[in-house]
């Protein structure tokens, strides 16, 4: 067996502790270890190869948080996990939200749920540290003509069938037993059915969006530029409440404070808040979510990364080719597959953009959009503590 090539820097006060961590992950990963902050830096300076963090919160001298502050001011391109008791939730939770800390979790902490958190920011760390790719000139190969017609009738046909099915149903239900007064069975098929026709109504609005954007010529206005930074955060922030109550939990990092990008501003937003949407969606419960932007060149790219459930080889040519056909079947387990992901692509051959995503090895997916980037001198400076990247 080869030896592990990623180096894992774990750092705890407690001997025992980083013993225990040590024997649980040198299988798989080159672990380096420091007791305290100060050890731990010394460690980085000396160790370039160094890609993730893992630090306990309650340390003497220098806790985790401020470590990992100075790991992000020093290193910003090195992920930063803390390890943490219940009593420093709020205080873990904040520092997500400040960007000092890209994943916290919860003392004790199981060795598969910590490999897996690594496994994850270490795909954060390669999406940092690769190039980026320009976009290319020619446009994506993509259904067309008349198959590509049938597929996505019966996709909208299908997914139509299961609300008009459970209203008629409710109907008839309602018209044996009319609704009486303070009759909670009654309320309850109401709800359903109210549920129901919102729904299906939700979902001809998708579709009538889709086929507006299916129907632009992929012109983008040499003038149209966003802040993909902005967008991103704005978004994130309006979906964090909701990943919360799933505990899930969501973080943006950039070494940049803006970028902009060719693109039609109100497009990058509905891709974005897509795809934010299917990462809280298919993450596990007390799962992690991280949103990144890396300029470079030409280009400017955005990684979406979740560690929820992860995508067969078969769902991830589904979700690139929205209506991909196997056989006489549509290859298609819902309408946010077959609708939400080819919105997002088609935003991304509208805006002159590439737009990929692939299942992780260790579960959870990465969804990577990449654009045309603007130079504009007077809005690419960097933030004061954070290298241009």
């Not at 704005?234 to 973080?251: G, K, N, P, S, Y």
């Not at 805006?351 to 090895?361: D, E, G, M, V």
Request: with cysteine.
């Amino acid at each position: 067996m080869s030896a592990p090539t990623e180096h894992i820097l774990l750092v705890d006060d407690e001997e025992r502790v980083l013993s225990a961590l040590r024997r649980r992950l040198r299988t798989e990963f080159q672990i380096h270890t420091a007791s305290s902050g100060a050890q731990a830096l010394t460690a980085l300076e000396n160790e370039p190869a160094i890609a993730i963090v893992v630090a306990d919160m309650q340390m003497p001298g220098m806790n985790g948080i401020e470590l990992l502050r100075a790991v992000q001011d020093r290193f910003p391109k090195v992920r930063r996990i803390m390890l943490t008791g219940n009593a420093d939730l709020e205080t873990a939770i904040a520092a997500i939200n400040e960007g000092k800390v890209d994943r916290f979790l919860r003392k004790p902490c199981e060795a598969s749920e910590l490999s897996a958190a690594i496994h994850q920011a270490l795909t954060e760390y390669a999406f940092q540290q690769r190039h980026a790719e320009p976009s290319p000139d020619a446009p994506r190969d993509i259904d067309t003509g008349r198959v590509a017609c049938d597929a996505f009738v019966t996709l909208v046909c299908r997914n139509l069938r299961a609300p008009l099915s459970e209203i008629a149903a409710l109907e008839g239900a309602l018209e044996k037993h009319p609704p009486r007064a303070h009759h909670a069975e009654s309320f309850d098929k109401l709800v359903q059915l109210k549920r129901s026709g919102e729904s299906m109504l939700r979902l001809i609005d998708r579709v009538l969006d889709f086929s507006r954007l299916r129907s632009e010529a992929p012109d983008l206005d040499p003038i149209e530029r966003a802040d993909v930074i902005e967008i991103l955060t704005q978004e994130v922030e309006a979906i964090r409440f909701r990943a919360a109550r799933t505990d899930v939990t969501l973080q943006v990092n950039s070494l940049r404070r803006t970028a902009l990008v060719q693109a039609n501003e109100e497009e990058l937003r509905l891709a974005l808040r897509e795809l934010l949407s299917n990462a809280v969606k298919f993450s596990a419960g007390k799962g992690h979510i991280s949103a990144m932007v890396k300029c470079e060149g030409q280009s400017v790219a955005v990684s979406i990364i979740n560690g929820g459930w992860g995508v067969s080889p078969v769902m991830e040519e589904l979700m690139e080719r929205p209506f991909w056909q196997t056989g006489p079947g549509l290859a298609s387990p819902s309408e946010q597959i077959g609708l939400g992901l080819a919105r997002v692509a088609t935003i991304a051959e509208l805006n002159h953009a590439r737009f990929t995503i692939k299942a992780l090895p260790k579960g959870g997916s990465q969804a990577i959009l990449i654009f045309e980037r603007v130079e504009e001198r007077s809005n690419l400076q960097a933030a004061p503590t954070k290298l241009a990247g």
